[in-house]
Nanobody, 112 residues
């Protein structure tokens, strides 16, 4: 049964960095595209980064140039390096394979 466990969130000042990690329990992990999304209360979930099975990366406009998604197929891990964080990046961040398949999330708060 699939399971996604995110970690690495926290509070950071504007301009700071955080690295999110996601442990994935999924058979044939390497055969799945993996995603990071985020959600603010009262708003729709926003897909922000994707890494394909071949390692190609795709970013939502606001994340491009600041966030880096990566994966380690040997460890069943997905990462999101977030740099130059802004207050508007404050949200709960989720990893998953998309659709309804997401973890419980990790809170990221960017505030001075």
């Amino acid at each position: 049964q699939e399971r996604f466990v995110e970690s690495g969130g926290g509070s950071v000042q504007p301009g700071g960095s955080l690295r999110l990690s996601c442990v994935v329990s999924l058979s044939r992990f390497r055969d799945y595209n993996m995603h990071w999304s985020r959600q603010v209360p009262g708003k729709q979930r926003e897909l922000i980064a994707t890494i394909t099975t071949e390692g190609m990366t795709i970013y939502e406009y606001s994340a491009k140039g600041r966030f880096i998604i990566s994966r380690d197929n040997g460890k069943n891990m997905v990462y999101l390096q977030m740099n130059s964080l802004k207050p508007e990046d404050t949200a709960v961040y989720f990893c998953g394979t998309g659709g309804s398949s997401w973890g419980q999330g990790t809170q990221v708060t960017v505030s001075s």
